[in-house]
């Protein structure tokens, strides 16, 4: 198939089809057109040379039969000894003699006279296309010569005379008027020849791209097995296919992650439902007293308000997609951010009698301040849930032109190798009922929001040997704002 | 007949745990696999309610190690994962029945109960011997037609009897299944009940509960001599 640029137009780009056609078309026209004038051209030079140079030596032939004999020019020039004078022919010629009388004509000029126009010098005949006396065209060689003298009177000086010999022109172009006839319509009827089977070319190498589009229409994407068939289609179609496999396998992919945030989502929702069913049977199992049906009814109220800030955490990382669009960068301490996420969860620390460690140097960063506190935020949370109660450590370390945030405290260990799934969607380390907020939620969420912050962030689990507990801790870097990294003390010893 | 609770989710556990005392069940309920694990091999429990995902100990790994050290109690599986694989997996394990969480309380109360029946193997609600019906499922006893009134224990205890009827039960085995570990533990608390219960039964006819000194109490027409 013939690869196409693409010319770009203001509105839709010509059809693929439409693009060979006219290319080659106007290729094919302007081929058989210039094909066409060159063999007319050759063919009418080669028809006007042979005829001149005919009737030039028709003229020096004729020249010959002219005699001088004393002191008169006298030609032995008639029809009889050259039938084609005859009158009415397409033939005819003229003798003058040196001061300019007509000597002789041919019959047919009748009185009129050719065009005694002449080379300067006698020798070669002059050529020109003229006009004849009776109006057609016609070629005319006009000659000077010297009239040898008689054999009979070799004395006589010999005279100088002048014949023109000519002949019209009516056939040739007559027949160069048919050549140019049958060239055009030959051209005509070759281009249409042409342009058909181009037509059908068109069509005919287009056709693996209907088979494409129709493989592409009944491609079934719940079932992984579908995919295209790659043999029934030319190779300039394999890189798109190529693609389009990646594509399909991609598609395949999100929508089952999807499915499996969907079936996360109805599953997590079991659980508090399974809570509201038991305590609402059970309280109308049988009449209670007011304190009971209050209690129930508390407890029932508490289960929604756990599964409504489920819901908000979903919602909000399902929304952080379009936060991307809607944030704010703004150059920040992260000190200054820790501080405020500190004193914000100072009541729940302080109930835990959690010891909270700081080890903050200084640093900035260019960064949404909002997401920064989100995270601290959330981290810290989930420090106090899972952790013990005993420590909790936050500490803010800058290397070169990154500073790394960390959160860590004590608790029942997660395994090692677990550590990097803390991130995953309502993942728990005991696969057991949060009791948190944010329902598993927490730090998928923190996951998505230092993505956008342009960071990584990272979990580590460290087991203290011969215990069920350990140390974990979460942490995640950033890019410093940028006039902090040039020559400030702190980053000096990096 | 006592059953063991199994289940992390407090909001549950607590209302399963309510509710099968309200139906006359000796319950113990706990949040923790591990904790569970010890207290069902630490008794012999006639039905263990058990919740798959745990914390510390996992509920399919309770169920293996239960089954293969031999125990006997009736398993009744909770679980929030509805897929097949998960529920035939439970059932080829040991558990002898599933319910899919959020689930009907009195649904479960109801399947604990036959499993109870299914244990003694008596097929049917109500249990008959002499001229004693017991219906299990009002929890309501008729000597010769009349209805006895009995406090929740003492019908507890006499449920016991009778699903063993005519065999000899030792106190060790009443106190096992009639009494939760909360219950004060003094020693003669199962013959001040069994007393309570002679006096209410012999008011309308022979006795029925005979005791094998030393040994046990038998529920039975009479005593072979």
């Known amino acids: 198939m013939k690869p196409t640029s693409s010319r770009s137009a203001p509105s839709r780009p010509a059809s693929i089809r439409?693009?060979?056609?006219?290319?080659?078309?106007?290729?094919?026209?302007?081929?058989?057109?210039?094909?066409?004038?060159?063999?007319?051209?050759?063919?009418?030079?080669?028809?006007?040379?042979?005829?001149?140079?005919?009737?030039?030596?028709?003229?020096?032939?004729?020249?010959?039969?002219v005699e001088t004999d004393a002191d008169q020019l006298d030609s032995d020039i008639s029809e009889r000894t050259i039938p084609e004078l005859e009158a009415g022919g397409p033939h005819l010629y003229q003798l003058w003699d040196a001061a300019g009388r007509v000597v002789e004509r041919s019959p047919s000029l009748g009185d009129h006279d050719l065009a005694r126009r002449g080379p300067a010098s006698s020798g070669s005949p002059s050529i020109e296309r003229v006009t004849l006396p009776d109006g057609s065209p016609g070629v005319q060689a006009t000659l000077r010569f010297v009239a040898a003298p008689d054999g009979n009177s070799p004395g006589t000086r010999p005279l100088s005379a002048v014949l023109a010999f000519a002949r019209d022109t009516v056939d040739l172009e007559r027949s160069l008027a048919d050549l140019r006839s049958v060239l055009v319509i030959a051209g005509v009827m070759a281009t249409l020849a042409c342009l058909g089977l181009l037509a059908w070319i068109a069509r005919f190498g287009l056709r693996p791209l209907r088979t494409l589009a129709d493989q592409i229409a009944s491609v079934d994407l719940d079932n992984p097995a579908s995919r295209f068939d790659t043999a029934v289609l030319p190779s300039e179609l394999g890189p798109v296919v190529a693609r389009l496999d990646e594509l399909l396998g991609r598609?395949?992919?999100?929508?089952?992650?999807?499915?499996?945030?969907?079936?996360?989502?109805?599953?997590?929702?079991?659980?508090?439902?399974?809570?509201?069913?038991?305590?609402?049977?059970?309280?109308?199992?049988?009449?209670?007293?007011?304190?009971?049906?209050?209690?129930?009814?508390?407890?029932?109220?508490?289960?929604?308000?756990?599964?409504?800030r489920m819901i908000e955490a979903l919602l909000a990382l399902a929304r952080l997609d379009d936060l991307a669009r809607s944030s704010v960068s703004i150059r920040c301490s992260i000190r200054a951010v820790i501080e405020e996420a500190l004193a914000s969860a100072n009541a729940r620390l302080a109930e835990r009698a959690i010891a909270v460690e700081l080890d903050v140097a200084d640093a900035c960063v260019e960064a949404d301040r909002d997401r920064l506190r989100l995270v601290i935020d959330n981290l810290i949370d989930n420090a106090i849930v899972h952790g013990d109660g005993e420590r909790l450590q936050v500490s803010v370390r800058p290397t070169s032109g990154i500073v790394t945030i960390r959160v860590a405290n004590t608790g029942s260990a997660v395994a090692h190798q677990d550590a990097p799934r803390v991130f995953e969607r309502f993942w728990r380390a005991d696969a057991a009922r949060s009791v948190g907020d944010h329902a598993g939620l927490g730090l998928a969420l923190c996951h998505r929001l230092v993505g956008l912050l342009g960071g990584t962030i990272t979990a580590a689990s460290t087991p203290t040997s011969g215990t069920e507990r350990g140390e974990f801790s979460i942490a995640f870097a950033l890019a410093t704002a940028r006039d902090t990294q040039t020559g400030n003390d702190h980053q000096d010893h990096s | 007949m006592r059953v063991l609770v199994i289940e992390d989710y407090e909001v549950v556990r607590e209302a399963i745990h309510a509710s099968l005392v309200e139906h006359g069940f000796a319950v113990d309920a706990t949040g923790s696999g591990t904790d569970g694990a010890w207290l069902a091999h630490e008794h012999d429990y006639d039905v263990i309610v058990l919740d798959l995902m745990l914390p510390g100990l996992d509920g399919v790994t309770i169920l293996s190690r239960l089954r293969a050290a031999g125990r006997t109690a009736a398993v009744l599986v909770l679980t929030a994962?509805?897929?097949?694989?998960?529920?035939?997996?439970?059932?080829?394990?040991?558990?002898?029945?599933?319910?899919?969480?959020?689930?009907?309380?009195?649904?479960?109360?109801?399947?604990?109960?036959?499993?109870?029946?299914?244990?003694?193997?008596?097929?049917?609600?109500?249990?008959?011997?002499?001229?004693?019906?017991?219906?299990?499922?009002?929890?309501?006893?008729?000597?010769?037609?009349?209805?006895?009134?009995?406090?929740?224990?003492?019908?507890?205890?006499?449920?016991?009897?009778?699903?063993?009827?005519?065999?000899?039960?030792?106190r060790t085995e009443i106190w096992e299944h009639v009494y939760d570990f909360r219950s004060s533990a003094t020693s003669n608390v199962v013959d001040v009940y069994v007393g309570y219960l002679r006096r209410k039964l012999e008011a309308h006819g022979p006795r029925l509960i005979h005791t094998r000194r030393g040994q046990g109490y038998t529920l039975e027409a009479h005593l072979e001599p």
């Open chain 1, 251 to 308: 598609l395949r992919e999100a929508m089952a992650r999807e499915r499996a945030l969907t079936a996360d989502v109805a599953h997590e929702l079991r659980t508090p439902l399974a809570g509201l069913k038991a305590t609402l049977q059970l309280a109308l199992s049988r009449d209670r007293d007011p304190a009971r049906y209050r209690a129930a009814m508390q407890t029932c109220l508490g289960i929604c308000e756990q599964t409504a």
């Open chain 2, 81 to 170: 994962r509805t897929a097949l694989e998960e529920r035939v997996r439970a059932l080829d394990l040991g558990a002898d029945d599933y319910l899919v969480k959020p689930f009907d309380l009195a649904e479960l109360v109801a399947r604990v109960r036959a499993m109870v029946r299914r244990r003694y193997q008596t097929s049917a609600p109500r249990i008959r011997v002499a001229d004693l019906e017991l219906d299990t499922a009002r929890r309501e006893l008729r000597r010769a037609g009349e209805v006895i009134a009995l406090s929740a224990r003492e019908y507890a205890l006499l449920e016991y009897l009778a699903l063993r009827a005519g065999e000899l039960v030792t």
């Open chain 1, 18 to 65: 439409t693009r060979i056609l006219v290319g080659t078309g106007l290729g094919v026209v302007v081929a058989f057109l210039a094909t066409g004038v060159t063999i007319y051209l050759l063919m009418r030079d080669n028809a006007v040379t042979q005829l001149e140079d005919a009737v030039g030596a028709r003229a020096r032939a004729l020249a010959l039969l």
